[in-house]
């Protein structure tokens, strides 16, 4: 065999176990962007304040929210996916918030990222969510929200801005001390 052929015989030998290896890495992966998946660490994360990035959700019930709508309320975006057990685990409380703020200018908007439409679908059903949610199919939402894992909330005041980020299931108790904090800003300043 001739050296040019002994030198393209290792290169094969050389790459074919790294390709194997990627590959295993992509099935792991299981469709979750690399670095993404279920936050590790809970609580609440310090932010700058800054403008909400505006977005439209198409909403699996076939309409749609656009976040500047919303302006004038007190608004929480859940980042959440159905295969997510950390999700699964505070759904109900999020569903108690959601009914007991009904009547007070609040709004959730869940967006389910990294997963299918049917399989959100059967989320809501099952876990009987009531507030607006759709699927982030090309994940520009998450993108522009820095959305490293789920779940995470971000909680926007009445004047469009993020006021505060919780990684991880959320206590009731802390959630709604959010949703009040921002709700008496903004009955204080004639919101």
């Known amino acids: 065999m001739s050296r040019r052929n002994w030198i393209i015989l290792g290169t094969a030998a050389a790459l074919i176990p790294l390709f194997a290896l990627l590959a295993w890495a992509a099935t792991q992966q299981r469709g979750q962007p690399a670095g993404a998946g279920i936050n590790q660490q809970f609580g609440e994360i310090k932010?700058?304040?800054?403008?909400a990035a505006d977005f439209e959700l198409q909403l699996l019930n076939g309409d749609s929210?656009?976040?500047s709508d919303l302006r004038g309320k007190v608004v929480m975006v859940d980042f959440w996916a159905s295969w997510?057990?950390?999700c699964r685990q505070e759904s109900a409380a999020l569903n108690r918030a959601y009914t007991a703020y009904a009547d007070r200018p609040v709004e959730f908007v869940g967006v389910n990222v990294w997963d299918t439409e049917n399989a959100a679908e059967l989320f809501l059903v099952e876990f009987g969510v009531e507030y607006?949610?759709?699927?982030?199919?090309?994940?520009?939402?998450?993108?522009?929200?820095g959305v490293r894992g789920i779940p995470e909330k971000f909680f926007i005041d009445a004047n469009g801005i993020i006021r505060h980020k919780y990684v991880g299931p959320m206590p009731e108790d802390i959630l709604r001390a959010a949703l009040d904090e921002l709700l008496a800003e903004a009955e204080s300043s004639g919101g």
């Not at 932010?47 to 403008?51: D, G, K, N, Y």
Request: net charge negative; charged share 25%; glycine share 12%.
């Open 132 to 145: 607006p949610a759709g699927v982030d199919s090309d994940g520009d939402i998450a993108l522009n929200y």
């Open 84 to 86: 997510c057990g950390p």
């Open 47 to 51: 932010v700058e304040r800054s403008p």
């Open 65 to 67: 929210v656009r976040l």
